[in-house]
C-alpha cells in the first residue's frame, strides 16, 4: 500500500478538527471560563455514546461510522456534578491571572514575568502575598532592591485569591473563538445591563 494513500486515509477531516465542544458541569456553568473547558469533537462523541453527557447543542456537520451518524455536539452538560476545587493551585498562570495579566508596578501589558516584591535576596519568600506579575522592565528596574529603594509602588497588594474569585476573573479573558451557540451558557449567570 502506497505510503500517501494511507496517510489520506487515516487522516481527519481538517473541518472536523474545528469543531470543539464547551463542557458544563451538571448545574450549567462552564467546568472553567480561562482556559475555557473545550473537548475535542472526538472526546464529545465519546462521552455522549458512554452516555457521560448530554447534547444540548449541536454544529451543523455530522460524523459517520457504517452503522451511526451523530451530529458533533457544540455544548454538553455532565450527567455527574463535579465538585469544583477550593485550593486554587500557585502556578505562574494562575498568578498572571489574579494580576488580570498586567505588570502590578506600571500596569504593561504583554512581556510578563513575575517578581518578587521582597527580594528573595533579603529573604523574601515565594508565596502568592510576596509574588506579583511584572514585566521585564519593571523587573529589571527593580532588581534586588526594595520597593522603597526602587521608588516603586504596587497597583494592589498581593494576596491569595479564591477559588470563586479565579473562575470570575477568568471570565474576563474570553478566548479568540466564541461559537454561537456557547453564549447562552457563558454568562447566564451575569448581571444584565439595564
Known amino acids: 500500500m502506497d505510503g500517501d494513500f494511507r496517510t489520506e486515509f487515516v487522516r481527519e477531516p481538517a473541518a472536523l478538527r474545528q469543531h470543539p465542544a464547551l463542557v458544563l458541569n451538571a448545574d450549567?456553568?462552564?467546568l472553567s471560563y480561562y482556559p475555557l473547558s473545550l473537548w475535542p469533537w472526538q472526546e464529545a462523541v465519546k462521552a455522549a455514546f458512554l452516555q457521560r453527557v448530554d447534547i444540548v447543542a449541536e454544529y451543523?456537520?455530522?460524523v459517520r461510522s457504517p452503522s451511526t451518524e451523530i451530529r458533533i455536539p457544540s455544548v454538553v452538560v455532565l450527567k455527574d456534578?463535579?465538585?469544583?476545587?477550593?485550593?486554587?493551585?500557585?502556578?505562574?498562570?494562575?498568578?498572571?491571572?489574579r494580576d488580570e495579566f498586567c505588570c502590578q508596578y506600571c500596569g504593561a501589558?504583554?512581556?510578563?514575568?513575575f517578581d518578587h516584591v521582597v527580594p528573595r535576596a533579603s529573604g523574601g519568600?515565594?508565596?502568592?502575598e510576596n509574588v506579583v506579575a511584572a514585566c521585564s522592565p519593571c523587573?529589571?528596574?527593580k532588581g534586588s532592591k526594595s520597593l522603597r529603594r526602587a521608588g516603586m509602588s504596587l497597583r494592589k497588594p498581593p494576596r491569595a485569591p479564591g477559588a470563586e474569585?479565579?473562575?470570575n476573573m477568568g471570565r474576563k479573558f474570553p478566548p479568540n473563538h466564541l461559537h454561537e451557540s456557547w453564549m447562552d451558557y457563558l454568562y447566564w449567570d451575569a448581571e444584565l445591563e439595564a
Open 109 to 113: 501589558k504583554g512581556d510578563l514575568t
Open 125 to 128: 519568600i515565594t508565596s502568592w
Open 139 to 141: 523587573n529589571l528596574h
Open 28 to 30: 450549567y456553568r462552564p
Open 81 to 97: 456534578y463535579v465538585k469544583p476545587q477550593k485550593r486554587v493551585a500557585f502556578t505562574r498562570f494562575n498568578l498572571f491571572l
Open 165 to 167: 474569585e479565579l473562575r
Open 60 to 62: 451543523d456537520a455530522w
